[in-house]
């Protein structure tokens, strides 16, 4: 029996799966399918799911129906739809967070939501290292000790939200320990919109960084750079590879002294130039 479509994060998975399901008990087919929907190509359907076109509107709608959802069933298949082809950050994240409360009123968790909310903003990050680099510490302490502001019901917040999705624990002297060291939004897609949000302030802090602080607490450099698309793809391969030894690099600090943020940013600054050759690196 197929799951509820309020627990799928992906119209095209759900579709795959209600034929898949459709196919196991009868002679359905992808041209029997598109026609209940309406479609004039009989293989459309099959194409949306191979990521080879996409759903519109009017589309969702007839796919919609044409598979039976109705009332918040409906909504909540449309709402996906609307998240894919959503251009914005802002429409992405106003068509998740009605998905979320879709599934919430009917007892159902999307997959990915607790790290959607963790990386919606820069407190939880911050206070999950806080909270094992500063045993026995009251909400208030971990806030004083932010360069940023953040009260103490935020981080009485954090901490309860970090306990009740699992990405702290606490043991019976009431002392918090990570569950994974290190997190990844791995192939979630819903949650790039939150991690892009995280980004945004994590930059803005940088700014204020660079103003801020002495050059002994910060470190800040940059290259401007001709390259190919091919140099291009080595450099962000490089990049994740200098990621991942940094990871593993502080894996294993048990008592952290600080909390840092490093950021990883490589993107250009001209249109294509549509050239072969590139240039030597210039310093910034």
Request: net charge positive; hydrophobic share 40%; glycine share 6%.
């Amino acid at each position: 029996m197929m799951k509820s479509v309020v627990e799928y994060k992906d119209y095209r998975q759900y579709i795959q799966d209600y034929y898949t399901e459709r196919k196991r008990c009868s002679a359905f087919t992808w041209r029997e399918f598109a026609k209940l929907a309406g479609f004039a190509s009989g293989s459309y359907l099959k194409l949306v799911c191979d990521g080879k076109t996409r759903l519109l509107e009017d589309g969702a709608k007839k796919t919609a129906l044409a598979m039976g959802l109705l009332g918040f069933e409906y909504d909540y298949f449309i709402l996906m739809v609307r998240y894919e082809n959503a251009k914005t950050d802002v429409q992405k994240k106003k068509c998740f967070e009605e998905m979320q409360a879709l599934s919430a009123a009917h007892h159902v968790k999307i997959l990915g939501s607790d790290l959607y909310t963790f990386y919606e903003t820069w407190k939880h990050s911050v206070v999950r290292e806080l909270a094992i680099a500063m045993p026995g510490a009251k909400p208030n302490e971990i806030a004083k000790a932010c360069k940023f502001p953040i009260s103490a019901a935020d981080v009485s917040a954090s901490l309860s939200f970090l306990l009740k999705s699992g990405l702290l624990t606490r043991d019976i002297k009431g002392n918090y320990r990570q569950t994974h060291r290190s997190l990844s939004t791995g192939r979630l897609n819903v949650v790039v919109v939150a991690v892009h949000s995280l980004l945004r302030q994590m930059g803005e802090f940088a700014l204020e960084a660079l103003d801020k602080l002495p050059i002994s607490e910060r470190h800040f450099s940059g290259i401007t750079m001709g390259v190919t698309q091919e140099t291009y793809q080595k450099v962000v391969d490089e990049i994740a590879e200098f990621r991942k030894h940094i990871i593993s690099m502080v894996a294993d600090e048990q008592r952290p002294d600080k909390v840092c943020r490093l950021n990883f940013q490589f993107f250009p600054l001209t249109e294509n130039l549509n050239r072969g050759k590139s240039t030597s690196g210039k310093g910034a």
